[in-house]
C-alpha cells in the first residue's frame, strides 16, 4: 500500500512536487536550494488539508514544540496551481498571553501588544468570520488612533472577542493553528472560491495544499519590514526596481497601507527602501538576480526584513504588460539566461497585439456605454461623425474622430482613413468594416447590436439606457475587448523598439512556413514591408478603385451599354492601374507580389444615396432615372453569392484584360528598369469549376504575348486560385490542373461552408459563443473541423493533380495563431494578413515549427 503523503519540512533538495504541495511549497524550496536565507517551513500536502475540513489533524505536528514556546508561524495557501488562486494568508498564529510576555524583552511592550491585537483581529476577521469594521470602531473609542496605547486596545479585543464567541480568545497556539487550517479549507470549497478558480482553468477537484512558517516578524530592532517587488518595470520591461515596502510591517501591509509604504528603489516621490536602508536594498537586487537565473525569468519576490537581513518568502514571474514581457525574454537571452527557442515559446502571439497598437491605460476608469465585436485591436479616442464625408472634413480640421455607421461600404474607404476608429451596428469579423480596419490598423467595433445609428439626425442611441450620442460628443473604441466607452480615458502608446524587433528576427530564423500581407496599396506594402513579411499575399485591386478620381471612371465603365464605351473606360484605368503595380513592385522589391482580380460585385461601385446619385447623374450627363435604373438592372438579392468575382471577370470581360495588362506592363517596365526577371502572381477570386479557370486563362495568356511583343520582354507570371467555395475545395485537384497555386479565401470559404452571412453574423455570433453553440467565431478563429476537412481534402486533391502546387490562405485566419498551426501541419507554404497582424502570424508559425515533434509535416 502507497503510503499517503505526510506534512513534510520543505528544504533544499527534497522532494516537494507541486501536485501534492502546491506551487508556493515547490518555490520555496527552490528557493531554499537556491541558498536564501528562508525561513523553516513545512508543508501540508493536499489530502490532508481535505481532511482538516472534515475537523482531522495531526497527533503531533512537527513543529509543535516550538509553536508551544513562543515561536509564531504564518498559515499560507499552496494551490496546486498558482493561477488557483487561495485564501488569505494568517500571519502570528501563536500569538497568546504568553507569547507576548515573551515578546516585550524584544519589541518593547506597546509593540508586542500590537501584535497581539493584530493577531486577534486577522484571527476573528479571517477564521471566525467576526466583522473588520467592528475592532477598527473599537480602538478609536479606547485609545487615539494615531498614538495608540495597545494594553488598552488588548482589554477591548479580548472582551469583545469573547463576548462575540461566547468564549475566550484560544491561548493554546496548537488549536489556533488547526482551527485556522479548518477555516483555510473550508474557504477553499466554497462555492464563490470554486466559481472564480474554475474561471482561471481550475478542474473541480483542484487540490490546495498549506505552508506553514516560522515567522521573520518584520518588526523590531535595526530596519525590519516587509515589501513585495521586482527589478523591472511591469509597463516597459526596463530594468527598474519596482514595488513597495513598509518598515516595521508584516505579509502584504505595504500593499496594503499605501499610505505609509515607501517605494523600493530611489524614487523622487517619496521615501525607498534604498534610501532608508541602501545596504538591504542592494541585498534584495542580488537576490532578485539570483531569483531570475535559478528561475529564467525576471522574479517579483514577497520578502521580510528582519534587522536589516532581507528574507524571502514567495517568488513568482514578476508582473508585467505584453510589451514589457518582449523586453524581458529579450534580455533574459542576451544575458545568456534564456535559450531563443523558450523566449519564442514563451510568449503568447495573441499578445503582440497589445504591443502592436494603443491601449486604454489599464488603471483608468472605462464608462463602458455597449460592446459589441472587437474585430480590430487596440484602442482610440475621437469626436463621433456619421460619414465618410464627415470624417474627412474632421482629419482637415485636425480633429480626431471616430466613424460611426450602420455598417461600412467600399465608398466610405477614404473616410475610414480619416478615423481614429471605426464602430459600426452590424457585421461580423470579416464584414467590411473589420477588414478594412485591420488592414489599416485601426481600432474597430462591429456588430454593436445594442445601439441604434441614425446617420440622418446624427445620433447614435444606446438600447439599454436611453442615452444619445450627438455628432462631436467624444468616445473611445477598444477594438481587444468590444468595448464602446463614453469619453476620454487615458491611452498607452505603442512603442516597437529593438526588443520587438529582435523577437520578430529569432521567429523569422525559425520559421519556414511564409508570413505574407494582404496589402491593397502602395502606403498598405510599405507597411507590410516594414513588418518584414516574406511578401504580399493578397492584394484586392477593388480598393484601388476607390481612391480619389478613380471611382468616377469606374462608375462610367459601369453605366457603359456599349464595348467601345466600356473601352473608354478602361483607357482610363489602365494607365492607373499600371502606375499602382509599378509601385508596388518597386516597394516590395523583388519579394512575392499576389494581386487578385476585381472580386467584388459592380453594383458596390454605384452611388448610394440620393445626393450622390444626383451627381453622378451630374457627372456623366445622364438623368437621375437613368442612374437609378442601371442602378435597379444591377441590384441582386443575395449579392455576395452573385455577379462577383470570377462570374464578373467572365462575363465583362474587359476589366480582367485590362487588369491583366496593367500587371505585365508593369513588370515589363520593373524588369527594364532593375534587369531581373519578375514573376507576379495573379489570382482569381471566387472560383466554383476549373472551365472558369480555364477561360480566363486563355485571356491572359493573349494579353501577355501582346504585352511581350509590344515591349519587347520575356514574362513569368503564376497564375493561382482563391478557393472560396466549398466546390472549388472538392475539384482541386481539377484545378490544379490550370493554376499553380491555390490560396484559401478563408473568410468566403467560411461563409459558404456554414450558409453564415459574413456580414451578418455578428448579430447573433455573441450569444452563440456565450452559449457554447460554437466553441469560438468561425471567421475569427478557422473551423479546423469543417473549413479546415474541406481545406485539407483541397490540398491533399491538388497536390496529388500537382505536387508542386503552391498552397496559401489570405483569409483574415492568417493572423490567429491557431489557424497558422493548422496551416503549418497541413503543409502550406504561406498564410497572408493584415500588416498588423503578420507579427503574430511569424510567431505563431515559429511556435508550430518549435513544437513540431516531426509529426506534423
Ligand atoms: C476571403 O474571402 O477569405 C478573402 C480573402 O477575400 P475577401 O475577404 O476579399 O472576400
Ligand atoms: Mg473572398
Known sequence: MTKEPEIIRIQAGASVPAEVYGARAAILAELMAAEFNVSDAWAVPVEQVRAFGRSIFPDVWPFEADLNQGGLYSLRASPVVRAWGGPETLLNIGMCDAARDALVSSLGANAANALYCRFIQDYAVQVMRLDEEDFEELIATVTDVEDPEYSKVLVAYLAFYEAEMDEPFPQDPVVQLQTAGRSLAAAWSGTSARILREANGAPQDAGLALIAQRMVLGLGQGESGAGVGQMVSPVSGRTEPFGRYLSQGQGLDALNDKARATFLGQDTRGPSLQSIAPDTFDQFCAVSEVARRRFVDDMRLEFTVHDGEVFVLDAMPAERSARAAVAITVRLVADGIKSKREALLGIDPRSLNEVLHPQIDPKADRNVVATGIGASPGADTGRIVFSANAAQASEARHEPCILVRVETAPEDIRGMHSAQAILTERGGITSHAAVVARGLGLPCVVGASGIDIDARTKQLTIQDTGLVLFEGDTLTIDGATGEVILGAPKLVQPDLGGAFDTLMSWADDYRKLGVRANADTPSDARLARDFGVDGIGLCRTEHMFFEEGRLAVMRELIFADRAEDRKDALNLLLPMQRE?????????????????????????????????????????????????????????????????????????????????????????????????????????????????????????????????????????????????????????????????????????????????????????????????????????????????????????????????????????????????????????DYVSCSPFRTPIARLAAAQAEILDDGSAR
Open 580 to 828: 499602382d503595380f509599378i509601385e508596388l513592385f518597386s516597394i516590395m522589391q523583388g519579394h512575392p507580389v499576389c494581386i487578385r482580380l476585381l472580386d467584388p460585385p459592380l453594383h458596390e461601385f454605384l452611388p448610394r444615396s440620393r445626393d450622390e446619385i444626383r451627381r453622378v447623374a451630374e457627372e456623366m450627363g445622364l438623368t437621375v432615372s437613368q442612374v437609378t435604373s442601371r442602378i435597379e438592372e444591377l441590384s441582386e438579392f443575395n449579392p455576395m453569392l452573385g455577379m462577383r468575382g470570377v462570374r464578373v471577370g467572365i462575363t465583362v470581360p474587359e476589366i480582367y484584360d485590362m487588369q491583366a495588362r496593367a500587371i505585365f506592363e508593369a513588370a515589363a517596365a520593373i524588369q527594364k528598369l532593375s534587369g531581373t526577371p519578375l514573376a507576379p502572381e495573379i489570382m482569381i477570386p471566387l472560383v466554383s469549376a476549373n472551365r472558369e479557370v480555364e477561360i480566363v486563362k486563355a485571356r491572359i495568356e493573349a494579353v501577355v504575348s501582346n504585352v511581350e511583343d509590344a515591349t519587347g520582354t520575356t514574362l513569368k507570371y503564376d497564375l493561382g486560385v482563391m478557393v472560396e467555395t466549398p466546390r472549388a475545395a472538392l475539384r482541386a485537384h481539377d484545378i490544379a490542373k490550370t493554376a499553380s497555386f491555390l490560396s484559401f479565401g478563408t473568410n468566403d470559404l467560411t461563409q459558404m461552408t456554414y450558409g453564415l452571412s459574413r456580414d451578418d453574423a455578428g448579430r447573433f455570433m455573441r450569444q452563440y459563443v456565450a452559449d457554447g453553440v460554437f466553441p469560438e467565431d468561425p471567421f475569427h478563429s478557422l473551423d479546423t473541423e469543417g473549413v479546415g476537412e474541406l481545406m485539407l481534402i483541397a490540398a491533399e486533391r491538388g497536390r496529388q493533380a500537382d505536387p508542386a502546387l503552391k498552397l496559401g490562405l489570405c483569409g483574415e485566419h492568417g493572423g490567429d495563431p491557431v489557424s497558422v498551426a493548422f496551416c503549418y501541419a497541413a503543409g502550406f
